[in-house]
């Protein structure tokens, strides 16, 4: 079963490991993501953070400044103190646990703060079960590379540079929705910096998942997935492509891109995507692909119910949760050559260097961009 025409799906318990290598082989060789059903996290542990994640994000805001995050970005993060793209703070608040300082160490917020609750039981238990279903598709990948199965697994020490972010888009009311800038967004476009990304949204019935996520994708690799070409393209091109860029899923650009929007895997599935590290160790064969989280459209007649309206209006809250995977710092990200074998005779940038390359890029960014005062 594929959730998308275009992003795959693999189904842990029930595909054979060659179908899962090969169909990643084809996703991460064109379009970058894919969906995974059937493994990783217990679905009560996803539907469990989540509801911790509401809660963390509805303190005032001197409770969550008490875990403001240091250098290692391990803690919470305001709203709009980031730019993953160019030109806009992304509208979101996150935080994030684990990475450098360690994730028995690091001070936790309520109910995470005191030993043997069944919150932190349950936070530890889903990072752990995060970490062992990235080593399979990290074994996975090598296989489909054809080889040996612990050339990425191995570079990934339990609990040290991997990182779960809760990430909280907070909805914007009628007025908000009508100061909205073109090129307001709730994360902006950007590549992730690791080995991969696992992505969860909530498919708990009391906190619905929220559509938004886009992926950037060449037309040919969208026309060629999809079954229908043609009623998708009269679609496309009914569009207004002049309209913000952040404005509508499936805009057009010049160079024959267009912005898909991402499924949302049903209870219990997520999807993964591969970050520059990645891209680097692979020699470009699996692709770091642009994505980002956009404010739905505007309000639309066809809206059902009042929430189906509050929904695509922007209205509503969007969380979701992200398990980033990322080499330890001393890793070398050897490319392969043609035929399979490693380049060991160059020196190949570090994990460490590139993250920390591109933490410095992001902070840069955003101090040069000024925080929007929406009361002017
Ligand atoms: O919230 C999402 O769905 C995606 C977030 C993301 O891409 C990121 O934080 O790197
Ligand atoms: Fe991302």
Not at 28 to 56: M, R, T
Not at 338 to 357: C, V
Request: hydrophobic share 35%; with cysteine; net charge negative.
């Amino acid at each position: 079963m594929s959730l998308d025409p275009v992003i795959p799906t693999i189904d842990l318990s029930s595909d054979s490991p060659e179908k899962q290598a090969q169909v990643i082989k084809d996703a991460l060789g064109s379009v970058g993501f894919f969906a995974v059903l059937n493994g990783g996290p217990k679905v009560e542990d996803i539907d469990a953070l989540f509801e911790y994640s509401k809660d963390f994000f509805a303190l005032p805001m001197e409770e969550k400044e008490k875990f403001l995050a240091g250098p290692s970005g391990s803690g919470y993060t305001k709203l709009l103190s980031q730019a993953l793209g160019e030109g806009k703070r992304d509208h979101k608040e996150t935080f994030s646990y684990g990475k450098y300082c360690g994730i028995e160490e690091q001070p936790m917020p309520n109910p995470f703060s005191v030993p043997d609750t069944i919150a932190l039981q349950t936070i530890r238990r889903f990072y752990k079960d995060c970490h062992e279903v990235s080593e399979k598709l990290m074994e996975l990948f090598a296989q489909a590379l054809e080889l040996p199965e612990d050339h990425f697994r191995q570079s990934h020490s339990f609990g040290l540079n991997t990182a779960m972010s809760l990430i909280h888009y907070p909805s914007l009311d009628m007025e908000g929705k009508k100061q909205l800038g073109e090129k307001d967004i709730r994360a902006g476009a950007h590549r992730d910096w690791g080995t991969l990304t696992l992505l969860f949204q909530s498919t708990n019935p009391s906190l619905p998942a929220q559509p938004g996520l886009e992926v950037y994708l060449p037309k040919s690799a969208i026309y060629k997935a999809t079954k229908s070409s043609l009623a998708a393209k009269t679609t496309l091109e009914s569009k207004d492509h002049n309209s913000a860029s952040t404005d509508s899923y499936y805009t057009i650009d010049s160079d024959g891109y267009e912005w898909h929007p991402a499924p949302v895997p049903p209870r219990g599935g997520f999807l993964v995507n591969v970050g520059l590290a990645m891209e680097l160790w692979s020699s470009g064969i699996y692709k770091a692909t642009l994505h980002r989280v956009g404010f739905p459209n505007s309000i639309s007649s066809h809206s059902e119910t009042e929430q189906d309206e509050k929904e695509e209006a922007g209205l509503v809250d969007r969380y979701s949760l992200a398990f980033f995977v990322q080499p330890d710092d001393n890793v070398e990200l050897n490319p392969i050559l043609p035929g399979g074998k490693i380049d060991y005779t160059k020196k190949a940038i570090t994990s460490g260097e590139l993250f920390n390359t591109k933490l410095k890029e992001s902070m840069d960014r955003s101090k040069n961009i000024p925080i929007p005062d929406k009361s002017e």
